[in-house]
């Protein structure tokens, strides 16, 4: 590596959207045209189209710190790398992966050139596909326990409850602990009552897409997988009934008396 | 209207993301492409190109609920019309008052052809040109009282800082009520302590583009006007320091301990 080489270098950490390339915007592709090199997990890497003189970069999941190291390393070799992940890259995606490596790692990757590069991420994608659940204060909530107590968890969402906020759930119910879904659904329940709306929205926008709209009493642990975006409404959500899927949405008014 | 033209209408509720065209999304583009109409607030539809063939129709601030009935008017006469929102139209915008007239409007309504299209909202913008801040679980929060009683707003301000959520809030300070966003900041102080982190994030994406890292300690009202988006970090959000700006971050991961 020469001076020039280390200079020309840059890092673009970017989202690519839920799956379909009309929700990738022109400011990622226009990255990937420039990138030497691309760096991501095996189904994400997939989506970029091969082309001469770019170097794929799959890994498997669970290994983004060995990622990200990667990444920082070719980019402070002079070589343009974009590291993509579905969805937007900074909701529970790879960014934070990134800098939890950059600040662990020798001072000077901290002078690379690194931007990050936003996405339509999951939970808009699904929302905008079922109407307008999350019309109003909402949160959204990692439920996997990968990287976090399972108390927590359910601190979480007993507290958004109370704050009636809308609640987005990302990774509902892995292979690994399908239980932990199960146990979400009695708490929503016990905190928000039966008749609450729950969307589970699964692979928006890919030929895999299924939305079903129910009540949190006739919710199953099974309506979800790994790939299923999960919203419950608020105590204002709405379902306007028609003849195709009702529209699920939560009105920008909160009455005064509700307070 | 005859029936052939009742059934070539539709209607796209659409996201034109923070403000650079880099950022709207291909689906977007192609429906404001096949559009006859273009409905929203006078800043959105003044940055759709004009064209032959192509009717505008800008409205001001606080009549969305006239503006969607026109939008669902037209589209029901057979024009093909797009409801423009910046950001997101899910996410504090256009597609829950668009939900809100066709529910009270009449029953032909319902048999429209709608759809919403999603977009980078203000917080994911800002969180990229950040760094990570959204990067652990989060809640969203609309800071106008115009539409809620601001006791709600201070209960979930406490609510969501006991949950731990990194915070994004939009219409932080309104010219209306600027006292309301000093009393966010007091009850956050309160919250979280003066050490927390808070960014304020300006226009993002245009050429008035401005961000500040702060403590909350640091903070002050006049930080922020309207076209601010601004975010507080969890107990657990990092500043790395940098030469250029420094990266705000919240890890992926919450140590067992901390529950």
């Not at 579905?86 to 934070?96: H, I, N």
């Amino acid at each position: 590596m020469n001076a020039a080489q280390a200079i020309s270098g840059w890092l673009a950490i970017v989202g690519l959207g839920p799956g379909d390339a009309a929700l990738v915007t022109p400011e990622v592709s226009a990255a990937l045209a420039e990138a030497s090199d691309v760096v991501g997990y095996i189904p994400y890497v997939a989506r970029v189209a091969p082309r001469e003189g770019l170097v794929l970069h799959s890994s498997d999941n669970r290994v983004e710190l060995d990622r990200a190291a990667l990444a920082l390393e070719l980019a402070s070799q002079g070589r343009r790398v974009v590291v993509v992940s579905s969805g937007d890259p900074g909701v529970f995606a790879m960014a934070a992966a990134m800098f939890e490596a950059l600040e662990a790692g020798p001072a000077h990757w901290r002078d690379l050139d690194i931007r990050v590069l936003p996405g339509i991420t999951a939970m808009l994608a699904a929302s905008a596909r079922a109407g307008a659940p999350l019309g109003h204060d909402f949160c959204a909530i990692n439920l996997s326990d990968n990287l976090k107590p399972w108390p927590l968890i359910e601190k979480r969402l007993r507290l958004a409850a109370e704050a009636d906020f809308a609640m987005a759930f990302y990774n509902p119910r892995s292979k690994a602990r399908p239980e932990g879904f199960a146990r979400v659904l009695e708490v929503l329940r016990e905190a928000c009552g039966d008749d609450r709306p729950i969307l589970f929205a699964r692979a928006v926008s890919t030929l895999d897409e299924n939305l079903t709209v129910a009540s949190l009493g006739e919710a199953r642990p099974e309506m979800a997988d790994m790939r299923t975006m999960v919203i419950v409404g608020s105590s204002h959500t709405r379902i306007i009934e028609r003849a195709e899927r009702p529209i699920l949405y939560t009105p920008r008014f909160v009455p005064e008396a509700v307070s």
